[in-house]
């Protein structure tokens, strides 16, 4: 495996960033908003997304396991789910929506701990093989189904430190 042709560049998903973290700004304005990243894909995302919003937000991160061998990926919490949203504004921030059943577990989670509303952004978005419907408030960039790493994005753990998102090759 290697990295292939690049899907978005650097200076594509800064411009993009830059634009959510504005279209969010102006959104919970006067609102109690906290966001949740899901580690580890959402590291690069969630540290320059929260620093284009212009609102006093707090930043939670969670970890989720799923385990392997089950289809569509079953998911369980690597995090306890403790936290108080009772009330507040919740946005997850997500690096990739693929079948949805990520986002859905955490949606589930979140609605029953008292969220007032619980929204998800995504860098990106591949809605070809969505299993569990759901709807996503912000998408960075919609993409066809390929296989894609960098800026947080990993193949077996490696390649999230890049700065684009590329195609992995074989
Ligand atoms: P979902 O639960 O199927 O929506 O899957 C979401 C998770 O699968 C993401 O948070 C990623 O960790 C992983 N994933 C899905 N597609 C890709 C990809 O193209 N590259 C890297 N990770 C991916
Ligand atoms: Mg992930």
Same mark, same amino acid.
């Given at each position: 495996?290697?990295?292939?042709?690049?899907?978005?560049?650097?200076?594509?998903?800064?411009?993009?960033?830059?634009?959510?973290?504005?279209?969010?700004?102006?959104?919970? $304005?006067?609102?109690?908003? +906290?966001?949740? @990243?899901?580690?580890?894909?959402?590291?690069?995302?969630?540290?320059?997304?929260?620093?284009?919003? =212009?609102?006093? %937000?707090?930043?939670?991160?969670?970890?989720?396991?799923?385990?392997?061998?089950?289809?569509?990926?079953?998911? =369980?919490?690597?995090?306890?789910?403790?936290?108080?949203?009772?009330? &507040?504004?919740? $946005?997850?921030?997500?690096?990739? %929506?693929?079948? @949805?059943?990520?986002?859905?577990?955490?949606?589930?989670?979140?609605?029953?701990?008292?969220?007032? +509303?619980?929204?998800?952004?995504?860098?990106?978005?591949?809605?070809?093989? &969505?299993?569990?419907?759901?709807?996503?408030?912000?998408?960075?960039?919609?993409?066809?189904?390929?296989? %894609?790493?960098?800026?947080?994005?990993?193949?077996? @753990?490696?390649?999230?430190?890049?700065?684009? %998102?590329?195609?992995?090759?074989?």
């Amino acid at each position: 495996m290697h990295i292939g042709k690049t899907l978005i560049s650097e200076r594509r998903i800064r411009r993009r960033v830059r634009e959510l973290g504005a279209q969010i700004t102006s959104s919970y $304005l006067n609102q109690d908003l +906290t966001l949740i @990243g899901v580690l580890n894909g959402s590291v690069c995302f969630m540290a320059d997304l929260m620093r284009e919003i =212009s609102l006093p %937000v707090e930043v939670i991160f969670i970890r989720l396991s799923s385990y392997e061998g089950t289809w569509p990926g079953e998911i =369980s919490a690597g995090t306890d789910f403790n936290f108080d949203v009772a009330g &507040r504004h919740v $946005l997850i921030v997500e690096d990739i %929506v693929d079948t @949805g059943s990520t986002v859905k577990f955490i949606e589930t989670k979140l609605s029953d701990l008292g969220a007032t +509303t619980v929204e998800i952004c995504t860098l990106l978005d591949k809605p070809s093989l &969505r299993v569990h419907q759901t709807r996503i408030r912000y998408i960075g960039f919609q993409i066809p189904d390929e296989f %894609v790493v960098g800026y947080g994005l990993d193949y077996d @753990g490696l390649y999230r430190n890049l700065r684009h %998102v590329a195609i992995l090759e074989e």
